[in-house]
């Protein structure tokens, strides 16, 4: 499966599908599935492209989920080659999206394809959902997909998510969950004045300092067995005119919690309030949930992949839920059994973004093997 999957890998890298652009990506793996027997069905919402593809009628139904769409390249000087040229060099596939995540869709073919070859008549169902709507907003990708499968009463039983999981070896870790997030922006109303005259305003962003001080000490939970504690973060704090004469009427603080499931966002919200109002900070509170916190524990999903990971790589991996959000946090409002697995992720987002090809090498395996142990 190795130079089909770095080949499939690298046809996709050449396909510059920007968010929310897929350039073309899906209707290439189309291509591949259609042949298999999978009804392949493009799904799209406001200029952007959903692919949910499925062999076979009958349970379980084990889903592999991704994202064809990738994050600008940004600036082609600050590469050592073309990002959207495929580049080979030491081991490594290069290009925008390597990693994040069209190695893990080559990864998903290509296993799904010797899997049919050695199994055709095999138990259950297969699918593939994919989206171009993953790095940007999220609100016409997985989510419209998923819309459509609940109106239909087409419910996957098992989700496998492409998303670069590992850390120093394909497979050394599983995020079996992840973690919520929650932002707000915080807008805080004083007097503008004269900086000579103190006593004539009120300074936004005295006002609202002694708050920060205390939302960043508090301690919001501990977490439990499967969860760091809850985070609080500022990301951005805006205030004043620019002039250094000139006491700020108004500041705007940004700020989010990426938060465990010992937090609800409605308590956390609350415990906010509290002190804002412990410390008479005049504002505005304006929220917005990013994502619920999910979790799979220990069972059938869970137990196949640590099985497949020792026999492809002869080691079992470490479950976790740290990290960013991914659409597997749509998946699980109506999967019972989601998980995410995929090649080493030091450089996703970055200038010269890669895959080292033993990634590419062993990822279909790990797939295959679990489809092996779902679909028995």
């Given at each position: 499966m190795t130079a089909s999957t770095i080949e499939l890998a690298r046809a996709l890298i050449a396909r510059p599908s920007v968010t929310p652009d897929d350039a073309g990506c899906q209707e290439l793996l189309q291509a591949r599935l259609a042949p298999l027997g999978f009804h392949c069905e493009t799904i799209a919402r406001n200029g952007v492209t959903n692919l949910w593809a499925r062999?076979?009628?009958?349970?379980?139904?084990?889903?592999?989920?991704?994202?064809?769409?990738?994050?600008?390249?940004?600036?082609?000087?600050?590469?050592?080659?073309?990002?959207?040229?495929?580049?080979?060099?030491?081991?490594?596939l290069y290009g925008r999206g390597a990693a994040d995540m069209k190695g893990s869709l080559a990864a998903f073919v290509t296993a799904i394809e010797a899997f049919v070859a050695a199994q055709p008549r095999h138990a259950g169902s297969i699918a593939l959902l994919l989206t171009s709507?993953?790095?940007?907003?999220?609100?016409?990708?997985?989510?419209?997909?998923?819309?459509?499968?609940?109106?239909?009463r087409e419910i996957p039983d098992f989700c496998i998510v492409g998303e670069p999981t590992s850390v120093q070896r394909a497979g050394d870790m599983v995020k079996n969950g992840r973690r919520g997030s929650l932002s707000a922006k915080?807008?805080?109303?004083?007097?503008?004045?004269?900086?000579?005259?103190?006593d004539q305003g009120m300074n936004a962003v005295h006002m609202v300092s002694p708050a920060i001080a205390e939302l960043a000490s508090t301690v919001w939970d501990n977490g439990n067995d499967f969860f760091p504690p809850t985070t609080w973060q500022v990301s951005n704090i805006r205030a004043g005119t620019g002039a250094a004469n000139v006491i700020p009427g108004e500041a705007e603080v940004l700020f989010n919690f990426r938060f465990s499931t010992a937090s609800t966002p409605e308590g956390l919200q609350q415990r906010v309030q509290r002190i804002l109002e412990r410390n008479a900070v005049k504002c505005d509170l304006a929220w917005e949930l990013g994502a619920k916190p999910y979790l799979t524990d220990a069972g059938v999903l869970v137990d196949a992949a640590i099985e497949a990971i020792r026999e492809v790589q002869g080691f079992a991996p470490?479950?976790?839920?740290?990290?960013?959000?991914?659409?597997?946090?749509?998946?699980?409002?109506?999967?019972?059994?989601?998980?995410?697995?995929?090649?080493?992720?030091?450089?996703?987002?970055?200038?010269?973004?890669?895959?080292?090809?033993?990634?590419?090498?062993?990822l279909p395996g790990m797939y295959r093997a679990l489809l092996a142990r779902l679909l028995r």
């Open positions: 062999r076979g009628d009958a349970g379980p139904l084990v889903c592999f989920a991704g994202h064809t769409d990738v994050v600008p390249a940004g600036p082609r000087e600050k590469w050592d080659s073309d990002p959207f040229e495929p580049a080979l060099r030491a081991g490594r709507d993953e790095e940007g907003p999220a609100k016409d990708g997985t989510v419209a997909v998923i819309e459509q499968l609940v109106a239909r915080l807008t805080v109303h004083g007097v503008q004045g004269h900086v000579a005259y103190p470490e479950l976790s839920t740290t990290g960013g959000t991914s659409d597997g946090r749509f998946l699980s409002e109506i999967c019972p059994h989601v998980i995410e697995l995929g090649p080493t992720n030091a450089s996703i987002h970055k200038v010269n973004e890669y895959v080292p090809l033993r990634d590419l090498e062993v």
